[in-house]
């Protein structure tokens, strides 16, 4: 049974450059939620997605955007990238009215950005 | 804002010898996890903790919850360096998480 599955795993872009960041949620599960894993830092909240909408956003700002596909898998995005978005993304899944405890996260994508 | 802060965020100790990592957050919640990270690699999780003292075990990791207290602790019992990773506290409400920033562990032989 795989897990979550994240696309790809290590990336570099330049700055002002835009990227997208894909991930597969576990099977049986119908809702994604991304974060963002600065070096020594927790993994911070971005959002949520549900039935192709997003639901909940933390405070990232609009550069910030997603998708949900109709198989529940998800894209990130990020325009006009800056410096101090090289962190680790992750992507976690779980079914939906599951707390925390159902969530599943991916290994993650790397991004530097130079 | 909830926030959440962990202690210490560094931590190296012995093996064999026994430890406790904090975890205080700021608002009320009804759930509280513990996940471990190993360098380079993505977030497992250990624990959930549904209800005020609630204690969950699972080898030589124990972990408990006072929400009255907001805290949450970890104890390590007779530690081995396999459990060197760095291990993160998350609650929150609406399912979407808030995360300490975690305590480093390193265990030495």
């Known amino acids: 049974d795989a897990g979550v599955t994240q696309s790809p795993t290590h990336l570099i872009k330049t700055r002002g450059q835009q990227v997208t960041l894909r991930c597969s949620p576990k099977?049986?599960?119908?809702?994604v939620s991304w974060y963002q894993q600065a070096l020594g830092q927790g993994p911070q909240f971005i959002f949520q997605y549900y039935e192709e909408e997003e639901r909940q956003r933390g405070n990232f700002p609009d550069r910030f955007s997603g998708h949900q596909f109709p198989n529940y898998s998800s894209e990130l995005n990020v325009n006009a990238l800056l410096l101090g978005d090289s962190a680790l993304y992750l992507c976690a899944s779980r079914s939906y009215g599951q707390g925390l405890h159902g969530y599943t996260f991916g290994s993650g994508t790397r991004l530097t950005v130079v | 804002e909830l926030k959440v802060e962990q202690n210490p965020l560094f931590l190296s100790m012995q093996e064999g010898k026994n430890y406790t990592i904090y975890c205080n957050y700021s608002t009320t919640s009804d759930r509280l996890y513990w996940y471990r990270q190993d360098p380079g690699k993505s977030l497992e999780s250990l624990f959930v903790l549904l209800s005020n003292g609630a204690v969950k075990q699972e080898g030589r990791l124990m972990a408990s919850l006072d929400t009255k207290a907001r805290l949450s602790t970890l104890h390590i019992t007779a530690a081995v360096h396999d459990l060197s990773a760095t291990y993160f506290c998350a609650t929150g409400g609406s399912y979407i998480p808030t995360f300490g920033r975690g305590t480093s562990l390193i265990v030495h032989p």
């Open positions: 099977s049986g599960h119908d809702t």
